[in-house]
């Protein structure tokens, strides 16, 4: 490129991929199986809005991708600008590879269907630190890091981040990287705890493959809860709640390392082979670990979700069926939705029932995963292994039981014709259910209210009471205001899952004087889930909510994903209005 020669700074990956099957290490530099990237930074201003990618193969191919702005498509390759991260200091890049982005980072065969070996050299400029999704991470000289993975994954996993990063280790195979600001916070919270969730999905699944499990913690401005790139899972800041509280985001990301990463969806269809086996899975490690009420009261909230996104697009809809057809064009995170998650969980749980023993389908789980591991399958594929593996079932034809056919589960739109039984939950749900009824009376019951100590409640049962307490709000005159300040716990909660729901009870009761705490929690983090529902409650409420919706987007748009700021300008301002 003719701007080549000006250019001071540059970034300079080289990457080769190893073709489909090979079982040898990537040869180096040798072209054809290998390209070489340049990144350039054209202009330190323009850091964030410009890279140019150039590929030398047979011939040299030059591609570009350009930020245009925020009316621009939503950004393959995620730049941030200084105010979008946590020490406001540098600029940060990372890419996000599934389902389909990758294809903008670098050639490839971009379905999960073909896995492949990959390595690359990342040149950074001063001050900055490289970290991919990578078996190997090596330090060559000041600016360059040189990354292997030794194991087949598909394209959809590759991923890289950039910036002012720092790492520290919390176990004998992990250690957690974060923006220097967030480091000790980083430590604190995981250190000695990753390796108990690896040993105990080791237990379940068998061996973990990946060689490390590291943690990486993204810029606040990060949309999502988790991103499951193998030997380094991509997290949001705000699982960094102070008290170990959210480690189940964790225990999702590391169920990955066996179903999804391991043994994946061979197409975007059957995503539900990636996210309801890790559901069951996430579910095991944590009943082993928290036991089964705990579990069933977080496997609640999921089937709550369910209900939700069912209610909102309607059973029949297409898009509720495990096996989703995903016509050509169609990008297949427009169809990303619960039921993937939760009915797949729900089908998962089903055949566990039908097998009747919890050790003999842990069992069947290891069969599985060492059966498939490395490639990607279909439901079929998986769905005929059960039967060979439980011969008994085959000859009794559970798989066309009239209205739990296999092929009913994977075809047919709606609610799950099979729920497992939750109710291990009911001791945890019970006084959460009764002491939110206490709270919703004319007349408070102070001594009735007193006598039950919500202290030793962990995250979803409390999760669950304050769920209670906003589908019964807004709760009589004053109620509210007393709820808080008998538990300064929620109201001033640093843990994320508790900061949202207190702030859709103080939206819904404009319950004025802790708004404020609303305008925080938006400043401080912008992961989606809990960005949205706060919009909604404000538009949704008083006239001061709403302008606290206007003010907080106008001063906060810039620290978000593009993405983000899309949805929350539907919801502040929809065009047409
Ligand atoms: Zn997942």
Redesign the pocket.
């Known amino acids: 490129h003719p701007g080549c020669s000006a250019v001071s700074d540059t970034i300079m990956a080289h990457c080769g991929l190893d073709p489909p099957g090979s079982s040898d290490p990537p040869a180096s530099a040798s072209p054809p199986s290998s390209w070489d990237y340049r990144c350039i930074q054209l202009h330190p201003a323009n850091f964030l809005n410009l890279l140019f990618v150039e590929i030398r193969s047979h011939c040299v191919v030059q591609a570009g991708l350009k930020r245009l702005g925020s009316n621009s498509p939503p950004t393959l390759v995620c730049w941030l600008a200084p105010e979008q991260t946590a020490g406001k200091k540098k600029p940060f890049v990372y890419t996000q590879g599934q389902a389909v982005l990758n294809r903008a980072f670098f050639p490839c065969f971009d379905t999960p269907a073909v896995k492949y070996k990959y390595s690359a050299l990342i040149e950074v400029p001063d001050g900055f630190t490289a970290v991919m999704s990578a078996s190997t991470w090596e330090k060559r000289g000041p600016n360059k890091f040189f990354f292997q993975m030794c194991q087949p994954i598909p394209s959809y996993l590759i991923a890289l981040a950039i910036g002012d990063l720092v790492s520290a280790e919390v176990g004998p195979r992990s250690r957690v990287w974060a923006e220097p600001c967030l480091i000790d916070a980083a430590k604190e919270e995981y250190n000695g705890v990753i390796e108990e969730f690896l040993a105990t999905g080791e237990k379940l699944f068998g061996p973990y493959v990946w060689g490390r499990y590291d943690l990486l913690f993204m810029p606040p401005s990060f949309p999502f809860g988790g991103m499951?790139n193998p030997c380094l899972t991509f997290v949001t800041p705000c699982l960094l709640a102070g008290d170990r509280s959210l480690a189940d985001v964790i225990i999702?990301?590391i169920s990955?390392s066996w179903f999804?990463n391991l043994v994946t969806n061979a197409n975007w269809g059957e995503f539900w082979l990636?996210?309801g086996f890790?559901m069951y899975a996430q579910r095991r490690i944590s009943t082993v670990l928290f036991g089964a009420a705990y579990t069933c009261l977080e496997a609640a909230t999921g089937r709550a979700l369910l209900r939700q996104h069912m209610d909102i697009t309607g059973e029949e809809n297409p898009l509720n069926k495990l096996r989703v057809k995903i016509e050509p064009g169609v990008d297949p995170d427009d169809t990303y939705n619960e039921t993937p998650y939760e009915k797949g969980f729900c089908f998962v749980s089903y055949l566990a029932h039908l097998v009747g023993d919890q050790d003999q389908f842990d069992n069947f789980l290891k069969a599985y995963v060492h059966e498939f591991k490395f490639q990607s399958i279909l439901a079929d594929d998986f769905l005929d292994f059960y039967l060979e593996y439980f011969p008994e079932l085959k000859k009794k034809r559970v798989d066309i039981i009239p209205g739990f056919e296999f092929d009913r589960w994977l075809n047919t739109p709606g609610w799950p014709p099979y729920l497992p039984d939750l109710s291990p939950g009911d001791s945890l749900m019970k006084p959460a259910e009764e002491l939110a009824q206490l709270w919703a009376a004319e007349e408070l019951d102070v001594k009735a209210i007193e006598a039950v100590a919500i202290s030793p409640w962990k995250t979803y049962q409390l999760v669950y009471f304050l769920d209670k307490i906003l589908q019964k709000s807004p709760l009589p005159p004053g109620n509210v205001k007393t709820l808080g300040e008998t538990y300064p716990s929620i109201s001033n909660a640093r843990n994320a899952e508790l900061r949202l729901r207190w702030g859709q009870i103080v939206l819904k009761n404009d319950h004025q004087e802790d708004f404020w705490k609303v305008k925080e929690f938006l400043h401080n983090q912008g992961k989606q889930k809990y960005t949205l529902p706060l919009y909604h409650a404000m538009m949704g409420g008083s006239e001061v909510a709403q302008t606290l919706a206007k003010e907080t987007f106008a001063s906060t748009a810039s620290q978000l994903h593009s993405n983000v700021v899309n949805y929350v300008q539907q919801i502040v301002a929809p065009k047409g209005s």
């Open positions: 499951e999702h990301e990955h999804g990636n996210e890790t």
